[in-house]
């Protein structure tokens, strides 16, 4: 008898399908549950399924849908929940469909799991916007960067004790989200983690102002456009490479019953961090030109700092970051540029990526 399905709902999006192509690589089989609603989505399908064949399975369908949902569930053996609206603007414009997708669909993903006769554990990955805008950290300037002016908070960036403060639509819908899994472990006794993700980066991600940031940047100067930066440009991530985060997904599916119930910030740590002004220096480097810059208003939810610590998930699990920030940006350069050459489709540019 075959190993049970994985399931990975939003699995055609950036983070979804470098966890299916890892997985389908060590011979698990794999069904993504995706509405392909995001421009470009479908190309990164066609590349999964080119390089793996059958043992992908694909239903098109929306987390929305319980049914098809529920559907997608049976039989698994895991399911990593991904499939997210993404952007904290569409909140703005959306609010009722923000929340559809991102509390509602999760509730249907929950419940289609406790319906199983043996659930399978399950990972959902939740945002930073938990935190809100952690106004109440005092800043100061070094160079073009913020960075906290107490000495532990620049050691160690944000943990789990520290309050929720949901800010946004989206940041309340990723948000509730994120408590309801951590409860039905504590209500149903479901096997749920948590991811709570700072900013991902790394092949298959097609960036735009709302989401994905570092890959948005250096598309803008890979095709000589202008790039918008809201705000002064000196706030400061922690930035992970993807690779790094599937070692994440895996490590907390080998450890899931231990990890059950619990919340973790995920990133590249205080020694990955870098500001919007710094990634603009590095482009200038890697590019040979630096990119026009346009100046806008802060926008609703934006943090001048956030930086991850992920102390709990390395003591729970011996994770450990491999790539460092410089030479994963020009990794993801190289491969973008690649792309840009040869003229990947106008589909592979999609207007909003996955979450991460």
Not at 180 to 206: E, H, K, N, W
Not at 233 to 260: I, K, M, N, T, W
């Amino acid at each position: 008898m075959s190993d049970p399905v994985t399931l990975i709902t939003g699995g055609a999006g950036f983070v979804g399908s470098n966890l299916a192509h890892r997985l389908l690589g060590s011979g698990r089989r794999v069904r993504i549950l995706d509405s392909l609603s995001r421009p470009g989505v479908e190309q990164n399908l066609q590349w999964l399924r080119g390089t793996h064949g059958d043992a992908l399975e694909v239903v098109v369908a929306d987390v929305r849908d319980a049914d098809a949902v529920s559907q997608a569930v049976a039989g698994t053996g895991q399911v990593f929940h991904f499939a997210a609206q993404v952007a904290v603007t569409t909140s703005l414009t959306d609010p009722r469909e923000d929340f559809g997708i991102n509390a509602a669909g999760t509730l249907n993903v929950l419940e289609a799991v406790r319906a199983q006769p043996s659930p399978p554990p399950l990972l959902f990955t939740s945002t930073n916007k938990v935190y809100g805008g952690l106004y109440d950290v005092p800043l100061a300037l070094d160079g073009q960067r913020y960075l906290p002016e107490d000495a532990q908070w620049r050691a160690c960036g944000v943990s789990e004790a520290r309050a929720l403060d949901f800010h946004s639509p989206y940041g309340c819908s990723k948000g509730t989200a994120d408590q309801y899994v951590i409860d039905y472990a504590r209500s149903y006794g479901l096997t749920t983690a948590v991811f709570r993700m700072s900013c991902i980066y790394g092949p298959r991600q097609f960036g735009t102002e709302d989401q994905g940031w570092v890959a948005h940047f250096l598309l803008r100067a890979l095709r000589g456009e202008a790039i918008t930066i809201y705000g002064d440009g000196r706030q400061v991530r922690d930035v992970l490479y993807v690779d790094d985060l599937v070692d994440a997904f895996l490590l907390a599916e080998a450890h899931a019953a231990r990890l059950s119930g619990r919340a973790f910030n995920i990133g590249g740590g205080p020694e990955n961090t870098i500001s919007l002004l710094d990634l603009i220096d590095r482009i200038e480097t890697l590019h040979g030109s630096r990119p026009a810059l346009h100046f806008d208003d802060w926008r609703t939810g934006d943090q001048r700092y956030y930086v991850s610590d992920t102390g709990a998930f390395e003591a729970a699990t011996g994770w450990r970051r491999r790539m460092q920030a410089a030479a994963g940006i020009e990794r993801l350069y190289g491969w973008l540029a690649e792309r840009e050459k040869t003229g990947a489709p106008a589909a592979s540019r999609p207007e909003v990526a996955e979450h991460h």
